[in-house]
């Protein structure tokens, strides 16, 4: 009879360890206290982000990029996610947010009403970023255009369609620590951060485990292609012998050394380190040349 | 007698087989034709794009007849007559390429991303051979052009 209770009482207590290590966790309250939001660094900050690769319509080319009406899909092992309207539209897009709304998206994976997004909207990466930028982003975000393209639900089994097991999940996988911590220069640590926060390179570039966390030692090791065809490279130094020139013509042309170009989603990504400076380019050069060597 | 026999069994195994070869593939050799051919100019715009690259990463010295040379051959290149290169069924489904059958599925856009190349080809033809700064300041736009139709086109490698 004792043990029974001893039984019982366990599992409670599991069931509320659980239930709290599952909660969302959004930012304090006055985490933007005294921050302004500047419109040109946050356009800067929405290339760099990569915002538009996944969130404009799919085949959406030159100033059809600025409309952030989503809609693409993302295939994984785990279902089907399908990128979310984020234009300026009141209703169907985030016109509604406040900058708070959009800093606990980003860096925490938490919406306005308290619910866990999917780690396919990669917080994991954007919780390394500075919280000015994300005020500035959005001042940026709120000159886009609006459309009312409802957002599309994600087509998730079970158990993953549970929102709230997210919470262990993040509790497992999300960490807000640099993966290249070595000592940097300025131009390298501006290079890891463009490439581990908002670029999040690491979220394709580096493999994950059977729950879909990223293997942190083979970072920029490569990766099966989620979409089931090809492989995305290893761009660690084991792999990728460009020099730190060719890489920052790479992301701003999309020529490789040996003047092949880049496709899939990839060229998405060359179309937006193109608006970047020259010196951010050569900054994640940098940084890719500080990243620890896998064959 | 016995080398007849063999002699007859070759020819009609010969004859089968140039059958079989005839029968599957008229089609197809016209499409991996157009396959090489497409190859062949990629190749060649590789080529060119190369220099004028190298350059403007600094990994060559700027050489102004060299660039102009480069860039008008590209405009050259990307103003050739492409109506054979395209055959229908000289697509992934058909034959080894990383050809994306949707190119027939929306011929207008494909051709409109060609044209977008012959324009950026010739806005550096107008001018490489005026100074490094100017083929540093189209490189982008020439590979926005080439990307913009491997991104929608182009089979990722398997």
């Known amino acids: 009879m004792r043990i029974l209770r001893w039984i019982v009482g366990l599992a409670v207590l599991a069931a509320l360890a659980g239930w709290g290590l599952s909660a969302p966790r959004p930012l304090p309250d006055d985490a933007l206290a005294g921050l302004d939001g500047d419109v040109t660094r946050g356009k800067a900050v929405f290339d760099a982000g990569g915002c538009a690769s996944c969130h404009s319509a799919e085949g959406a080319e030159g100033a059809a990029r600025l409309v952030l009406s989503g809609g693409r899909a993302f295939a994984s092992p785990f279902g089907t996610f399908y990128a979310p309207n984020i234009s300026s539209d009141p209703e169907r897009g985030i016109g509604g947010w406040g900058a708070q709304d959009l800093a606990n998206a980003m860096m925490r994976g938490v919406s306005p009403d308290g619910a866990h997004y999917y780690p396919a909207f990669p917080y994991t990466s954007y919780i390394r970023a500075n919280l000015q930028d994300v005020v500035d982003l959005h001042a940026y975000l709120a000159t886009l255009p609006a459309d009312a393209t409802p957002s599309l639900a994600h087509d998730v089994g079970f158990p993953f369609n549970i929102r709230r097991s997210l919470g262990v999940w993040k509790w497992l996988y999300l960490r807000d620590d640099w993966i290249v911590a070595a000592e940097l220069t300025g131009e390298e640590a501006r290079g890891r951060y463009l490439a581990e926060a908002l670029g999040h390179c690491g979220e394709c570039h580096s493999p994950r485990g059977a729950l879909g966390g990223l293997v942190k030692a083979r970072w920029l090791a490569g990766a099966p292609n989620p979409s089931g065809r090809g492989t995305i490279p290893n761009i660690t130094p084991g792999a990728l012998d460009w020099s730190v020139a060719d890489i920052a013509a790479y992301l701003e042309t999309g020529f490789t050394p040996d003047y092949d170009s880049a496709g899939g989603h990839m060229a998405e990504v060359v179309a937006n380190f193109a608006q970047l400076t020259d010196a951010d380019r050569q900054a994640v050069a940098a940084y890719l040349k500080r990243v620890a060597p896998v064959e | ?158």
């Open chain 2, 1 to 158: 007698m016995k080398q007849s026999f063999t002699i007859l069994a070759g020819a009609v195994v010969a004859v089968a087989m140039a059958g079989t070869v005839i029968a599957q593939s008229d089609g197809d050799k016209a499409a991996e034709a157009a396959q090489d051919a497409r190859e062949a100019q990629m190749d060649l715009y590789a080529f060119n794009l190369g220099l004028l690259g190298d350059m403007a990463k600094g990994a060559v010295p700027y050489d102004a007849a060299a660039a102009q040379a480069a860039a008008e051959n590209l405009a050259a290149l990307s103003a050739l007559d492409q109506s054979r290169l395209w055959p229908e069924g000289s697509g992934e489904m058909s034959i080894e390429t990383r050809a994306k059958v949707d190119i027939w599925d929306d011929m207008d856009d494909f051709t409109a991303k060609a044209d977008d190349l012959m324009k950026a080809a010739a806005a550096m033809a107008e001018v490489a051979g005026t100074g490094l700064e100017a083929v540093q300041g189209q490189m982008g736009a020439l590979g926005g052009a080439c990307g913009a139709c491997h991104k929608a086109y182009r089979a990722p490698e398997s």
